[in-house]
C-alpha cells in the first residue's frame, strides 16, 4: 500500500497537478506516525510511512493548508472522507485546492493495547494471518492482531468514501458495526453507577486539549475555553466540576457534527472514552430526530440548525431509561 | 442561644425566563398574588434559545439546585422559531447530564404564557418541591463556590 501510495504522490508531483503531499512521516517511536506536509519527491521518498499505526486524520490540517497557493494531494481513509465531508459543508475548507486519494482503511493498531500487554521497546509489526508479530528491542513477540485493534477500528461505520477523486483499491460499503453498545450499557446502569463510571474516567483528566485540538469538527478559530472569563481556560481542572463541565460543553459543541472519526479517544494520552459522549449525542439525535449522519453528504441540515413542530418535549428525558 | 436543628433544607432554583412571556406570566404571578417560594431566581433572557448550555452548567456551579427554564409556548415565540432550537438543545443536555449520571428533576424545560401567571406559580411550586426531594446539589457542584 505504502509503496501504490508514494508512486500516486511522485506521478501527481510531476505532472504539475499539485504542488504539495499531506500525509504522515513516523515521530520518535515506530507507533508515534504524525501527519506531515510533503514539498518533493526526495521527501516523500525519505519519510513517508503508511503502515498500522498511521490512524491520524489528516482533514483538519487541511482547513490551513486548502487556503495556501496551489493544490495539495491528500490521502483519506473512509472515516476522513465523513470529516472532510463535514468540514466542506461548514465552508472550512476550499474543496478545488484539495485532491482526494481514497485508500482503503484500518484496522489500525493501538500502540497502549499493545503495551499494555507487556510489550514494550516496539521497533515495527507485521500482520500474519491476524496474528501480529511485534519485532522488539528485546525479540520479536506475538499477539492475537484483533487484540491490538483501536477502539475507533473495531466499531468502524463505514468502509466507504463518500467523497474522492481518485480511489486506490476498492471502495467498501457501510458496516454495522454495534457501535452504540457500550453507550447502550451504560444507560442500563442506575445513576449512581454512571456517576461512578465518569468519575472514575473524566477525573484523569490533565486538561492537554488534545481532543479538542485534534477533533476535526472543532475548528473555531477563537474557542470558548480559551476565553480568559471561562474561568477554565487551558488548565488541569481543580474541580470535578470543570471535568465535568469541559467534557459536557466539548462534546455538545460537535453534537450533529460529530462523525464518529473517533480521534478523541485516540489522543487522549489518559486513555478516557471519550467518543462515548459523542455517541451518546449520535444516538439521541438518531432516536429523537431521525437517522442522521454528519458529513454522509454537503447538503442536508444539522439535526440542530433544523426543527420540526412535533418534536419531542425535553423532559421526556425524565422519565425515559434507568434512573 | 436557640438552635433551629431541624431546619429544612432550602434549595437555590435559578429560573431563566424568556421576556416576551414567561417574565410576563411571572409578573402576572404577581400582580395576582399568587404565591411561589422564594427558592427561585429569576434571570431574565431576551428568548429562551439565548440561553446556552454553558449558562445551566453554570448555575449548578454557583450553587443552584436546580434549572428551570421557561419559554414561550413552541409556535409562539417572539422571534417566530427561538423556542424549536431550545427544545433540541435541552433534550441533548439533559439527556447528557443524565447519561453522566447527573440526577433527573434538577432540570426542567416549561412553556409559560404572559396569560399563564397561575401556571407559573404551580409550576415553582411543584419543581421546589421536587427539588427540595433531592436534597443539594452535590454531583455538579463546584466546592469553591459552596457555601460555609
Not at chain 2, 414561550?72 to 433534550?91: A, K, V
Request: one cysteine or more; proline letters at 4%; a neutral charge.
Amino acid at each position: 500500500m505504502q509503496e501504490a501510495m508514494i508512486n500516486k504522490a511522485k506521478q501527481l508531483l510531476s505532472e504539475g497537478v499539485v504542488n504539495r503531499v499531506i500525509g504522515w512521516k513516523r515521530g520518535e517511536f515506530a507507533y508515534d506516525i504524525t501527519p506531515a506536509v510533503f514539498e518533493n519527491a526526495e521527501e516523500i521518498e525519505k519519510s513517508f510511512v503508511y503502515d498500522d499505526f498511521t490512524a491520524a486524520n489528516v482533514s483538519k490540517y487541511l482547513v490551513k493548508e486548502s487556503k495556501k497557493d496551489g493544490k495539495i494531494l491528500a490521502f483519506l481513509k473512509p472515516c476522513d472522507t465523513y470529516s472532510f465531508n463535514q468540514l466542506i459543508k461548514e465552508h472550512r475548507i476550499i474543496r478545488e485546492n484539495v485532491y482526494i486519494v481514497g485508500i482503503p482503511g484500518g484496522p489500525k493498531l493501538d500502540a497502549e493495547k499493545i503495551k499494555a500487554k507487556g510489550i514494550t521497546g516496539i521497533l515495527g509489526v507485521k500482520n500474519e494471518n491476524y496474528t501480529l508479530k511485534i519485532d522488539t528491542i528485546y525479540g520479536e513477540e506475538t499477539m492475537p492482531f484483533y487484540e491490538a485493534v483501536l477502539d475507533k477500528c473495531a466499531s468502524c461505520k463505514s468502509k466507504k468514501h463518500v467523497i474522492y477523486d481518485e480511489l486506490i483499491g476498492e471502495d467498501g460499503d457501510t458496516l454495522d458495526s454495534n457501535r452504540f453498545d457500550m453507550v447502550e450499557k451504560l444507560e442500563n446502569m442506575t445513576a449512581q453507577e454512571r456517576y461512578d463510571f465518569w468519575r472514575s474516567q473524566l477525573s484523569k483528566c490533565i486538561r492537554c486539549n488534545a481532543c479538542r485540538n485534534v477533533c476535526p469538527a472543532c475548528t473555531c478559530e477563537k474557542c470558548v475555553f480559551d476565553n480568559p472569563d471561562s474561568g477554565i481556560e487551558n488548565k488541569a481542572p481543580s474541580d470535578s466540576f470543570e471535568e465535568n463541565m469541559f467534557h459536557i460543553i466539548r462534546a455538545f459543541h460537535v453534537a450533529g457534527r460529530c462523525t464518529d472519526c473517533g480521534e478523541c479517544s485516540r489522543v487522549c494520552p489518559q486513555n478516557i472514552p471519550l467518543h462515548l459522549l459523542n455517541r451518546k449525542f449520535i444516538k439521541d439525535i438518531n432516536t429523537f430526530y431521525g437517522e442522521f449522519q454528519a458529513g454522509e453528504d454537503i447538503t442536508s441540515l444539522a439535526p440542530l440548525n433544523e426543527f420540526k413542530q412535533n418534536d419531542c418535549e425535553a423532559n421526556i428525558i425524565h422519565e425515559r431509561g434507568v434512573e | 442561644m436557640q438552635v433551629n436543628e431541624n431546619k429544612e433544607f432550602q434549595p437555590l432554583i435559578v429560573a431563566f425566563c424568556c421576556n416576551w412571556c414567561s417574565y410576563a406570566g411571572a409578573d402576572l404571578a404577581g400582580t395576582n398574588r399568587l404565591n411561589y417560594p422564594d427558592n427561585i431566581k429569576i434571570i431574565r433572557v431576551p428568548c429562551s434559545c439565548r440561553v446556552n448550555p454553558m449558562f445551566i452548567l453554570r448555575a449548578f456551579q454557583r450553587g443552584a439546585d436546580g434549572v428551570i427554564l421557561c419559554g414561550c409556548h413552541p409556535g409562539d415565540c417572539h422571534y417566530t422559531s427561538g423556542n424549536y432550537f431550545t427544545r433540541r438543545r435541552m433534550t441533548l443536555l439533559f439527556s447528557m447530564l443524565d447519561f453522566l449520571g447527573i440526577e433527573r428533576n434538577r432540570t426542567r424545560v416549561e412553556w409559560v404564557s404572559a396569560a399563564e401567571g397561575a401556571k407559573f406559580a404551580a409550576t415553582m411550586n411543584e419543581f421546589t418541591e421536587a427539588v427540595k426531594k433531592l436534597g443539594p446539589n452535590r454531583r455538579l457542584e463546584d466546592l469553591r463556590c459552596r457555601k460555609q
